[in-house]
């Protein structure tokens, strides 16, 4: 049986040794049952929620769609002898989505989630020990670019400050907690809420991460592109339908998303803009009098501020659904 520090404190030399069984084991036929995922399977399928090309939501694969899963999931499935729905349901078991796993798999989920430093560490400490058994990059790529990398920074998350987050998050540690009890598994209130808020952290980072390459890190609103200054907030995703106010399907969903700049994604989570069916952008009555009476409100709001909404040729736009709530509960105005 696993036991919590067989993950956090994997050494390298028992890394390689993982590997070595990995690297011999056979793929089990149709029906029968998988062996245990080893730690260092364990720690890369954490890593997958980290990453961020491609993104990879386990929620959005598994039985009949999971072969529309991202080509990462079928090269760990291939190289640990797995069927790929494995790979989204061991992630699903780590965030507690599934009830049913092991009270260690969160645990590891928690710790993590506390310490991503301490993570790199293991994920370089698998990464190291499967060059040494000769997994090269095409069989195990490094999906999080430790290897190209002297110092590593996780994508800057959107601020959750909504008042209503810690109410939210509250409700669902207390789901979490009463499922967990029918397994068997006591959590304490401060566990649940770690794992649901790191959760809802990692969730996030995946939307934010496809929004912004479906708008090719560029404003919807006036187009400023600056790809040269990445991660460094100049360009935001944002939830259109809020993050408090959506199901959890709503909330990764990226069609629920748009990708702006600072100015204009706090006119747009404010109702002072918003966007019709159609991508039209509409102006608040507040604003257009601002922009007549006060100086420097038309350099943002007149002419830079595109007709309709930017998007990508080739992307799916942002779903009516989310931009009619949008204008029906946030914006300022009416569109009649």
Not at 20 to 26: A, G, L
Not at 60 to 85: E, K, Y
Not at 221 to 245: E, T
């Amino acid at each position: 049986m696993a036991s919590l520090s067989d993950y956090l404190d994997l050494s390298e030399t028992e890394a390689a040794a993982q590997w070595q069984s990995i690297v011999q084991r056979r793929m089990p036929p149709p029906g029968k049952r998988q062996v245990n995922f080893t730690p260092v399977e364990t720690v890369l399928c954490y890593g997958l929620f980290l990453s961020d090309d491609p993104v990879v939501d386990p929620h959005r694969f598994g039985g009949q769609t999971i072969n529309s899963a991202p080509r990462l999931v079928h090269d760990l499935a291939a190289l640990f002898r797995r069927r790929p729905s494995s790979i989204t349901s061991k992630m699903m078991n780590l965030n507690g989505s599934r009830v049913n796993g092991a009270k260690y798999e969160v645990e590891f989920f928690m710790n993590m989630g506390a310490d991503v430093v301490r993570f790199l560490d293991l994920y370089g400490t698998a990464l190291r020990a499967a060059r040494r058994m000769g997994i090269g990059v095409r069989r195990l790529p490094d999906f999080l670019r430790l290897e190209q990398a002297t110092e590593y920074s996780i994508l800057g998350l959107e601020d959750l400050a909504d008042s209503r987050f810690d109410e939210m998050i509250e409700q669902e540690a207390a789901q979490l907690r009463a499922a967990k009890l029918r397994y068997n598994q006591e959590l304490s209130s401060a566990e649940t809420t770690r794992i649901v808020q790191h959760r809802a952290r990692v969730g996030h980072k995946a939307f934010a991460t496809e929004v912004l390459r479906r708008f090719d890190h560029t404003c919807g609103f006036c187009g400023m592109a600056p790809r040269s200054f990445q991660g460094n907030r100049l360009i935001v995703a944002s939830h259109i339908k809020p993050w408090a106010d959506s199901s959890n399907r709503e909330r990764r969903d990226p069609r629920n998303g748009v990708a702006a700049c600072p100015t204009h994604d706090a006119a747009f989570d404010k109702g002072l803009i918003t966007v019709n069916g159609g991508l039209r952008v509409h102006r608040s009555r507040r604003l257009r009098a601002s922009i007549e009476a006060e100086t420097g409100v038309e350099h943002n709001f007149g002419e830079s501020l595109r007709e309709a909404l930017m998007v990508p040729s080739g992307v799916e736009p942002p779903r009516s659904a989310y931009l009619h709530w949008h204008h029906e509960h946030i914006y300022q105005d009416s569109l009649r």
